[in-house]
């Protein structure tokens, strides 16, 4: 993959394919670009990237854990960017993805052209926190690919019914690396550090006027239907703050869709075309 260099001198890596619109695909908290690769077969027209995280993917874990927040992450992609040489880019945030993608909207709009929100919004449900931090940051109790992908289907099943066992096989490898002692995190397992005093420093920011710096963008949102992270409440007073708002629900999906479903392709199509 190739790479540039953090203005603190981590290296980050980053993909680049297709041609047309540019298109930059942020992943969840925990994961990395290989999880855009159920999305990519549809993106004819686009150009794609797709970068990893610092501590995250083939990226260099950060020396110091407190740069895995959300505005040191947003910081990291103007300067991938400016390496590009990019102006602006849409923007298709998954989860952590959409946090950082609603901060640039509130300090860098002029670098967005589009947003396209994949399960998340201005409301993060506490339950969902709790689930979070129940797994980030620990080695899973598998030890195979195979044995990973079999506990993936067996605890997702009751948000994502169906699924088929090839498709946790491809998710159990996008997080994780198996080695000759077990399976190895694909990020650094410091990110719960973060986290924990992130949580402990006090209660949540306000991110409403985060999501409201999208309102002179084309936005959109797709939900899984099964989402404990971003309610179906929370969905509807995103469209009463963006009267322009284009969304969508996915049915057995939780967080998050796999952006290979119709009713996301759908989302990504309308919104792209409005720019």
Known sequence: MPQFTTSDGLRLTYEDTGSGKPLLCLAGLTRNSREFSFFTPYAN???????????????????DYRNYSVPREAQDVIELLDHLKLDRVSILGTSRGGLIAMTLAAIRPERLSAVILNDVGPVIEPSAIGRIMDYVGKAPAATTLEQAAFALKQAMEPQFPGVSIETWRKQ???????????????????????????????????????FEALNLLPTGVI??????????????EMHQHHARLISAEVPDRGHVPFLDEPQSITVIRKVLDLI
């Open 223 to 236: 939900r899984g239907a099964n989402s404990d992270l971003l309610s179906a409440e929370t969905l509807a």
């Open 172 to 210: 159990a490898a996008f997080q994780y690396e198996e080695t000759g002692t077990g399976l190895r995190l694909r990020y650094d397992p410091a990110l719960r550090t973060a986290l924990q005093e992130q949580i402990a420093a006090g209660p949540p920011a306000d991110l409403w006027p985060l």
């Open 45 to 63: 027209g686009l150009r794609v990237f797709t970068m990893d995280y610092r501590g995250r993917g083939d990226s260099d874990f950060d020396p």
